[in-house]
Protein backbone atom coordinates (compact mmCIF):
# COMPACT_ATOMS: atom_id res chain seq x y z
CA UNK A 1 0.00 0.00 0.00
CA UNK A 2 2.76 2.31 0.55
CA UNK A 3 4.22 1.94 -2.58
CA UNK A 4 1.37 2.78 -4.41
CA UNK A 5 0.70 5.49 -2.36
CA UNK A 6 4.65 6.70 -3.21
CA UNK A 7 3.60 6.17 -6.90
CA UNK A 8 0.17 7.84 -7.20
CA UNK A 9 2.26 10.94 -5.18
CA UNK A 10 5.52 11.09 -7.54
CA UNK A 11 2.89 10.39 -10.71
CA UNK A 12 0.98 13.74 -9.43
CA UNK A 13 3.92 15.38 -8.66
CA UNK A 14 5.99 14.77 -11.53
CA UNK A 15 2.92 15.84 -14.10
CA UNK A 16 2.13 18.89 -12.15
CA UNK A 17 5.66 20.60 -13.12
CA UNK A 18 5.07 21.25 -16.48
CA UNK A 19 5.24 25.29 -17.97
CA UNK A 20 5.22 26.96 -20.68
CA UNK A 21 8.25 28.84 -22.00
CA UNK A 22 7.94 32.07 -22.21
CA UNK A 23 7.62 33.72 -25.93
CA UNK A 24 6.36 36.66 -27.68
CA UNK A 25 4.59 36.16 -30.87
CA UNK A 26 3.46 38.61 -32.83
CA UNK A 27 1.93 39.12 -36.59
CA UNK A 28 -0.04 41.11 -38.54
CA UNK A 29 -2.63 41.02 -41.34
CA UNK A 30 -2.07 42.24 -44.25
CA UNK A 31 -4.86 44.38 -46.01
CA UNK A 32 -3.02 45.72 -49.32
CA UNK A 33 -3.67 42.83 -51.68
CA UNK A 34 -7.53 44.03 -50.99
CA UNK A 35 -6.84 47.50 -51.03
CA UNK A 36 -5.08 46.97 -54.16
CA UNK A 37 -8.37 46.17 -55.93
CA UNK A 38 -10.31 49.14 -54.37
CA UNK A 39 -11.63 46.87 -51.54
CA UNK A 40 -11.83 49.25 -48.02
CA UNK A 41 -11.36 47.28 -44.85
CA UNK A 42 -10.64 48.64 -41.45
CA UNK A 43 -11.38 47.91 -37.72
CA UNK A 44 -12.86 50.87 -36.86
CA UNK A 45 -16.75 50.94 -36.08
CA UNK A 46 -17.32 54.48 -38.23
CA UNK A 47 -15.73 55.77 -41.18
CA UNK A 48 -15.59 59.49 -42.65
CA UNK A 49 -17.54 58.56 -45.74
CA UNK A 50 -21.19 58.09 -46.39
CA UNK A 51 -21.86 54.30 -47.29
CA UNK A 52 -24.99 51.57 -47.52
CA UNK A 53 -24.40 48.46 -45.18
CA UNK A 54 -25.08 45.71 -47.92
CA UNK A 55 -24.42 42.42 -45.06
CA UNK A 56 -22.81 41.50 -41.65
CA UNK A 57 -20.47 38.84 -42.86
CA UNK A 58 -18.84 36.46 -40.97
CA UNK A 59 -16.65 32.86 -41.49
CA UNK A 60 -14.95 30.60 -39.19
CA UNK A 61 -12.01 28.63 -40.29
CA UNK A 62 -11.29 25.28 -38.15
CA UNK A 63 -7.81 23.98 -38.08
CA UNK A 64 -7.73 20.09 -39.05
CA UNK A 65 -6.65 17.77 -41.36
CA UNK A 66 -6.01 19.06 -45.06
CA UNK A 67 -4.35 16.49 -47.60
CA UNK A 68 -4.67 18.74 -50.51
CA UNK A 69 -3.21 21.35 -48.52
CA UNK A 70 -0.27 19.21 -47.82
CA UNK A 71 0.41 18.19 -50.87
CA UNK A 72 0.44 22.02 -52.18
CA UNK A 73 3.44 22.13 -49.60
CA UNK A 74 5.53 19.42 -50.54
CA UNK A 75 8.62 20.20 -51.56
CA UNK A 76 12.54 18.77 -51.46
CA UNK A 77 13.09 20.33 -47.68
CA UNK A 78 9.88 19.27 -46.72
CA UNK A 79 9.06 16.22 -48.23
CA UNK A 80 6.29 14.37 -45.58
CA UNK A 81 4.54 18.14 -44.39
CA UNK A 82 2.06 17.27 -41.92
CA UNK A 83 -1.64 17.22 -43.14
CA UNK A 84 -2.47 19.00 -40.29
CA UNK A 85 -3.75 22.88 -41.36
CA UNK A 86 -4.14 25.70 -38.47
CA UNK A 87 -6.47 28.06 -38.81
CA UNK A 88 -5.02 31.68 -39.76
CA UNK A 89 -6.65 35.25 -39.63
CA UNK A 90 -5.18 35.13 -43.02
CA UNK A 91 -7.38 32.68 -44.22
CA UNK A 92 -10.73 34.29 -42.59
CA UNK A 93 -10.04 37.75 -44.26
CA UNK A 94 -9.73 35.98 -47.67
CA UNK A 95 -13.05 33.78 -46.82
CA UNK A 96 -14.86 37.20 -45.54
CA UNK A 97 -13.62 39.12 -48.03
CA UNK A 98 -14.87 36.90 -50.98
CA UNK A 99 -18.28 36.51 -49.42
CA UNK A 100 -18.50 40.59 -48.92
CA UNK A 101 -17.54 40.95 -52.76
CA UNK A 102 -19.89 38.28 -53.58
CA UNK A 103 -22.55 40.81 -52.22
CA UNK A 104 -21.69 43.44 -53.65
CA UNK A 105 -19.98 45.02 -51.19
CA UNK A 106 -16.68 47.15 -51.98
CA UNK A 107 -15.49 47.09 -48.07
CA UNK A 108 -15.96 46.16 -44.72
CA UNK A 109 -16.04 48.45 -41.28
CA UNK A 110 -16.16 46.93 -37.78
CA UNK A 111 -13.87 44.16 -38.51
CA UNK A 112 -13.42 41.84 -35.31
CA UNK A 113 -11.24 38.78 -34.84
CA UNK A 114 -11.78 35.99 -32.41
CA UNK A 115 -9.66 32.82 -31.69
CA UNK A 116 -10.58 29.64 -29.57
CA UNK A 117 -8.06 27.23 -28.48
CA UNK A 118 -8.88 23.75 -27.10
CA UNK A 119 -7.69 22.60 -23.51
CA UNK A 120 -4.30 21.69 -24.85
CA UNK A 121 -3.67 25.14 -25.82
CA UNK A 122 -3.59 24.57 -29.62
CA UNK A 123 -5.46 26.74 -31.72
CA UNK A 124 -9.24 25.41 -32.46
CA UNK A 125 -10.95 28.06 -34.57
CA UNK A 126 -10.83 31.42 -36.21
CA UNK A 127 -14.23 33.53 -36.26
CA UNK A 128 -13.84 36.75 -38.30
CA UNK A 129 -17.16 39.30 -38.50
CA UNK A 130 -17.82 42.57 -39.91
CA UNK A 131 -19.98 44.53 -41.76
CA UNK A 132 -20.00 44.36 -45.80
CA UNK A 133 -20.70 47.96 -47.17
CA UNK A 134 -20.72 49.35 -50.15
CA UNK A 135 -18.87 53.15 -50.70
CA UNK A 136 -21.70 55.63 -51.88
CA UNK A 137 -19.46 57.76 -54.34
CA UNK A 138 -19.38 61.41 -53.74
CA UNK A 139 -19.32 63.84 -56.42
CA UNK A 140 -18.99 67.65 -55.54
CA UNK A 141 -21.05 70.02 -57.79
CA UNK A 142 -19.78 73.01 -59.59
CA UNK A 143 -21.35 76.12 -58.36
Not at 25 to 43: A, C, L, V
Request: charged share 25%; aromatic share 14%.
Amino acid sequence: MKKVFLLLLATIALSSCVTRSYYVETGSIDYSQYTKEGFFMTEASSVSFNYEPVASVYTIVYSGEDKEWAKKHKSKENPFPSNRRRASYSDGIDAIYKDAVSKGANGIVGLKYHTIYTKDGLLDHVYVEGMAIKKNKCFISPI
